[in-house]
């Protein structure tokens, strides 16, 4: 069975950081695109980071340049490193793994992000 589980979610006060993983079992082939998606109370979910098999990477503007995505293709596992945290922040993190064609699309449970100020 394909299972993405992330873990790292967590409180913390604005200026802070913290680093989100996912690691993903059941799949023996590498993985397209990795990512990261977030979804706050009202709001839809988006994109905050991804990160190709070859190593490309795209990013929400609201996050440039204090998120940094990461990925070990080998161990199908991604890493997101959120740094000066701010409220707006805080959302339901989605880890995400999917192959543009729509060969395959597999999504983690979330994890809870939580930034006081």
């Known amino acids: 069975q394909v299972q993405l589980v992330e873990s790292g979610g967590g409180l913390v006060q604005a200026g802070g950081s913290l680093r989100l993983s996912c690691a993903a079992s059941g799949i023996i082939f590498t993985i397209n695109t990795m990512g990261w998606y977030r979804q706050a109370p009202g709001k839809r979910r988006e994109l905050v980071a991804s990160?190709?098999?070859?190593?490309?990477?795209n990013y929400a503007d609201s996050v440039k340049g204090r998120f940094t995505i990461s990925r070990d293709s080998a161990k199908n596992m991604v890493a997101l490193l959120m740094n000066s945290l701010e409220p707006e922040d805080t959302a339901v993190y989605y880890c995400?793994?999917?192959?543009?064609?729509?060969?395959?699309?597999?999504w983690g449970q979330g994890t809870q992000v939580t930034v006081s100020s």
């Open positions: 990160i190709t098999s070859g190593g490309s990477t």
């Open positions: 995400n793994a999917h192959h543009p064609s729509g060969y395959y699309n597999y």
